[in-house]
């Protein structure tokens, strides 16, 4: 073999190879463009969901401002028209904007206001942990009751009497060196 023959079985093995690559590329991008577009219509769905939730809220709250007003809690009721009226508006803000256009919405806000995000992240990072943490004390109780009722009543310990805490002295205490260290101190290895 020559070393032009050589040069031209790599570069037509190189171009099939290129071509592989370019296919298996085409197919990721292929399947990436796919899954955006499945989550952008699944966002778009539960925004516009939400939206009708929060318009739902909103009605009510506009109908519990007019029942206060009507018992005289005007300045109550005044709030909850406020409260009534931004529901109304972020209800209307999510079902008419697109999944797009609401990730470059929370986007922006993100990088315009980061210690806000870091202090939502904070808080919804605490709320998680706290139904988490009560979840498990549900199912430890619920575990531990399951447990009892199984073991027989014979077989169960019986409570500890507590003492009385002995009463504080009044007066101080002189400190009295450990029985084991020399008078010196302790003066390493040696």
């Known amino acids: 073999m020559t070393p032009e023959t050589r040069g031209g079985d790599q570069g037509q093995g190189g171009g099939a190879a290129e071509q592989a690559k370019d296919r298996i590329q085409e197919a990721v991008g292929d399947v990436a463009d796919g899954a955006r577009e499945k989550a952008a219509s699944g966002l778009d769905q539960q925004s516009s969901r939400v939206g009708q939730q929060v318009g739902a809220t ?14 005289g809690n005007a300045a109550v009721a005044q709030v909850t028209d406020v409260a009534a009226r931004e ?3 972020l209800g209307s803000y999510l079902e008419q ?7 470059a919405d929370v986007e922006r806000y993100a990088r315009r ?5 870091v202090v939502g992240g904070m808080v919804v990072g605490a709320a998680a942990a706290r139904m988490v943490k ?12 399951q447990r009892s009722t199984a073991t027989p009543s014979t077989m169960r310990p019986s409570p500890v009497p507590r003492t009385p805490a002995a009463p504080m002295h009044s007066e ?8 084991d260290v020399p008078q010196g101190g ?3 290895m040696a």
């Open 97 to 103: 904007t697109s999944g797009d256009q609401l990730l």
């Open 87 to 89: 529901a109304q508006r």
């Open 172 to 179: 101080p205490v002189a400190p009295r060196p450990a029985p």
């Open 134 to 145: 009560a979840s498990s004390s549900e199912r430890y109780h619920s575990s531990s009751s």
């Open 58 to 71: 909103a009605s009510a709250l506009r109908g519990t401002g007019d029942d206060l007003r009507q018992q």
């Open 186 to 188: 302790y003066t390493g």
């Open 113 to 117: 206001n980061p210690w806000a995000v």
